[in-house]
């Protein structure tokens, strides 16, 4: 059962995807990817909308940028994130509808 998307795909292009999906597999960054979409904002912003503590964002935000899911600017002492990689804001939009639709069948088999 062979399709064109992965006789095309090299185990170059496997090992990114595998990649980008660790990075996106914790919940915290998925909410801060979420949070940017549209528009930049600082730590502060960030936080106010995502209730974590502030090292636990400055983690997971260094772990997006060293992804090169998210850039940096510094305004004063303020730092700035916004969304470096639209494809990624694609991915998690697709991926999130596909398992929010099927969330009431997922927990009505768990039960």
Do not use: H, W
């Not at 990649?19 to 979409?37: D, W």
Request: proline residues 2%; aromatic residues 4%.
């Amino acid at each position: 059962m062979s399709n064109g998307v992965a006789a095309k795909t090299t185990i170059a292009g496997y090992e990114a995807a595998a990649e980008l999906f660790g990075v996106l597999s914790t919940p915290i960054r998925l909410r801060i990817i979420g949070a940017l979409c549209g528009n930049e904002k600082n730590v502060t912003q960030l936080l106010q909308e995502i209730a974590v503590s502030q090292p636990n964002m400055s983690q997971q935000l260094n772990v997006l940028y060293r992804a090169g899911v998210v850039d940096k600017r510094r305004d004063g002492a303020q730092m700035y994130y916004r969304i470096a990689d639209e494809t990624v804001v694609r991915v998690c939009k697709a991926v999130c509808a596909l398992t929010d639709d099927g969330t009431e069948g997922r927990e009505a088999r768990a039960n």
